[in-house]
C-alpha cells in the first residue's frame, strides 16, 4: 500500500504484486474539508486511513519521504496530515519504508525527473487501468509500485538487503 | 489539560479548576529519541500522551496554536509531532481548544512578551510547586492554566460566548 499524505487530499493505493507483475487492488482518496476544524481533519485522515487498511489488508506500506519544503506554512500542514497518517500506519504495526520523490518517478516513469502528469499516465500503463487515476491516487500507486519493485529486488538480493534498503 | 508539542519533546501537565482556584494534578514529558525513526517517535506520543489522557481523565484539552515558522525544515517536524498528538487527543472525543502563544503568555505572566523562564516561575507560582517544573511541562500547564482562565471568564459570560471562546 502506497499512501501520498496532504493537508487536503490524502491519496492511498493498493497492489498486489505477484513476482514482478502488479496488480491494481483499490485506490482513492480522502478529502479533508478546508473549512473544517484542523482536529476533525486529522482525526478523518486517521480513521479513513485505518479503515482502508482494516478492509484490504495490506502487508505493507509505503510512504514518500519529505524534504526541505519551501513554505514553512505548509511544511507545517502537510506535516500535521501526515503525522496522522503515519500514526494511523504505525498503530496497525505494519512495516513502513519511505522512499524519496526521485526514486519513485523513477520506478515507474524512468525519470526521476517526470511531471505529474507522467507518473499518473505510467501508473495506468503498469496497472492497466481503463481510466487514469486522480493524481493523488496515482502519487500514492506510484509509491507502492516503487516499494513492490524494490522489494522484488531487494528479495533477489536475500533477507539482509531488504533490511538495509528498508528506511522505517 | 494543556499539551505542548514537540519533535523531540511534548509536555503536558494537569490543572484541576475550582472556581479561580487551580491545583496541580500532573505533569511532565515525552521524550523521543532523535535517534529513532519518525513514525515510531510519532507512535510514541500518540500512545503516551493516550496513556496520560487515560489515567487522568481530564475533561477538556487546550494546546497551543502554531503560527508561521521561520524554517520549513523544522515546521514539518513540529508538524508531524503535533499532528500525532491531537490525533491522540480527538480520538478521545474530548473539546480541544487552541489558544495563541501570546494569550497563554498573557494568561500567567501577565504580559505576551514573556519569556520562557517568567513563564516556568508564574506556573510554578499560581500552581505553589515546589520545585519549578521543566521548560516543556511549564508551557503545557501554562496552556491548561489559560484555558482554565478563559473558561471561568466564558462560563461567567455564559455558554454562548465558551461556544465563541472555543477554537477547535
Same mark, same amino acid.
Do not use: I, K, M, P
Given at each position: 500500500m502506497g499512501i501520498d499524505p496532504g493537508s487536503r487530499i490524502t491519496g492511498y493505493g493498493i497492489v498486489d504484486m505477484d513476482g514482478s507483475r502488479s496488480r491494481h487492488v483499490a485506490s482513492g482518496c480522502i478529502q479533508t474539508a478546508s473549512n473544517r476544524p484542523l482536529p476533525e481533519r486529522l482525526k478523518t485522515i486517521f480513521e479513513e486511513l485505518t479503515a482502508v487498511i482494516q478492509s484490504w489488508k495490506p502487508t505493507e506500506v509505503a510512504i514518500e519521504q519529505v524534504f526541505m519544503h519551501r513554505n514553512p506554512d505548509s511544511a507545517l500542514k502537510l506535516g500535521q496530515a501526515r503525522g496522522a497518517a503515519l500514526c494511523a500506519v504505525v498503530l496497525t504495526g505494519l512495516p513502513l519504508s519511505e522512499y524519496a520523490p526521485r526514486a519513485i518517478k523513477q520506478a515507474v !516513469? =524512468?525519470? =526521476? !525527473? !517526470?511531471?505529474k502528469t507522467q507518473v499518473q499516465r505510467m501508473v495506468s500503463l503498469l496497472l492497466s487501468l481503463s481510466e487514469p487515476p486522480s493524481a493523488d491516487a496515482a502519487d500514492a500507486l506510484a509509491v507502492a509500485l516503487c516499494h513492490g519493485h524494490t522489494r522484488q529486488t531487494l528479495h533477489r538480493l536475500g533477507p539482509a538487503a531488504l533490511l538495509a534498503g528498508r528506511r522505517r
Open positions: !516513469a =524512468g525519470t =526521476g !525527473a !517526470a511531471d
